[in-house]
DNA sequence: CTGAAAGCGCTAACAC
DNA sequence: GTGTTAGCGCTTTCAG
């Protein structure tokens, strides 16, 4: 391995001088300067940023952990992190919780013995707390990302779970939908939480009754309670729309109905958080409520490096807004239809 | 920052004995073991992974270098390579070079600064021998993934890009379409060459003229080709189907010939390379060559790490072969479905 | 404008 | 079983 040294020797100055003329800083000789960077390019000389990072105590590494590299929301986020990482000169460590805590544990040790500068940071769920605090233990700057965790302040990043839910509840209830049912996640992760609200808000509003029969708590990375789907469509009055807490849960739930041989929207609507990226160009089919996930990952990215740079105390906390797309997904329900037709 | 003299001091015992604590390495007495280990635990003490890359002269960094990241294709495979790297014990750095040369390179040179153990390489095209070169002069082993580079010999995951066009074209034929166009990528791109290549002999396998007319090379990631397109759907005797050399293509061109009024598959047929991930769920609408693109990532890290860890010198070169999924984009021609009609 | 010495946090090699 | 010494590749500080 080619170190300064290795460069020194051969431009016949000293280690010191070479590391200048890498850095650009002092003052020197334009003959040195030339001579040095010309012996570095014959030898491929390139620095070694780990023991840069040793002396330096900063790596110029920020870490992105999310929880499901697959959704094309987080897909998008990663896109926005990466570009903006790029941009401000750092290099991106990826971790994927899979909405798991002990992968997010063992993400957390990793980050922290890497000794990155910051994280971007999108935790599994209100657990999270402990890693979390983890990272403020070790004085680690981070910034939560898509979910908050009770008792945890720092820099965040957010949609507007609530309000983006209860716009798309008024939605169905608008088409004339009574019997909705929640499709949610599990109750430990702030935005299930706040989309089971604003459900429970569009009803209030719409004089609607809330009938805990039609309120699901599952996993939300895949669809896979066929039973309790079941149940739901067996209840003596049955829903005519399902709003669905994320995309890949409506994606299950629709391939769920039509196993069933119901048909979306005839026979049940579905609407749910978040697009589904490429999908909806080729078949603009699910009516959402789309988050900006390229600015979750570019305006995370820069408040996180600025707190790092400018050591910035106090934080700062972004809502973006989500956009209500209505596509086919969602229909009038039958009675409806018919007695309007008549 | 607290740092293994900092236990040892704490712990009564020497650095030295804490550093066998940390890595189980020596015999050590249990006692101090425990005392050790309390003391570490009381400190919150996390070893710095850097300091010991630096002297270890190995970071167990692999970085992941991807051309689309937006991509339902290397998303999969992103998902593959970090649950494989994370099995191993590996971090994983994440770089997207956006099929552009430039930042292929500027992550070649970020790469080799991190001192990273290896490198899982989707390259941008033929032009990043250059920077497979850079990899090679100073020994750092890589895997090129998906697209091979003529002269760079190394570890290669690929697929069969010839065969499963063969196979996809082999489809149209036999549906009845007699012009058949193809959009491609760059012919600096093997895929995009090997795809052309299976097109041409499938023509030629079908007894079917080959019309340069009808073929064309485009930017992968993308297609706003619409110019071209218009010229081809204008000829005197137009293409009845269309294969499309990967997913975004065939995303975008499917868009384009819609807003032209025209009906995929019933004004003509699309199909493509690669799968749509999620959205194939919701809809399952393109006939595909659907490739195994978690096992690209998987394999292509295997292949790493045991070339980092085993040193061996022979390459390994795995050809993962594509499953044809015919679905409701291609359909036979109008003029031939008359025919069998009447 | 350039150099020498010291140290970032850790471990390999060799004592005892 | 445990400790000492030296050094990984770099930059900071202080001299000159």
Redesign the interface.
Known sequence: ?ITIYDIAAKAKVSAMTVSRVINDTGRISEATRKRVKKVMREM?Y??????R??VL?K?K?LS?LITD??N?FY??V??GA??TA?RYGY??????SDEDYQ?EK?YV??I????VDGVLFAPAGDMSADHLQ?LQ??RLPFVMLDREVPGIQSDTVLGDSKEGTRQLVQHLIALGHRRIALVGGSQDISTARLRQTGYREALLLGNLPIDEELILSVNYREFRDEALLDRMLELESPPTAIFAAN??LA??I??SLRSRGLSVPDDISVVCFDD????S???P??TVAAQPAYQFGEIGMQLLIERIESGREETRNVILPPEIIVRRSSAPPRTVERYERS
Chains 1, 2 share one sequence.
């Open positions: 391995m491929n390139v620095p070694n940023s780990m023991a990072s040793l105590q790596s590494i992105l590299i697959t094309p897909t998008t990663a896109r990466e570009d790029k290099r991106l460590l990826l971790g994927n992968k063992d040790d990793m922290l013995s890497t000794r983890q233990q070790h995309n890949f994606v299950g629709i391939a589904l990226g490429i999908a160009v080729l078949d089919f699910l």
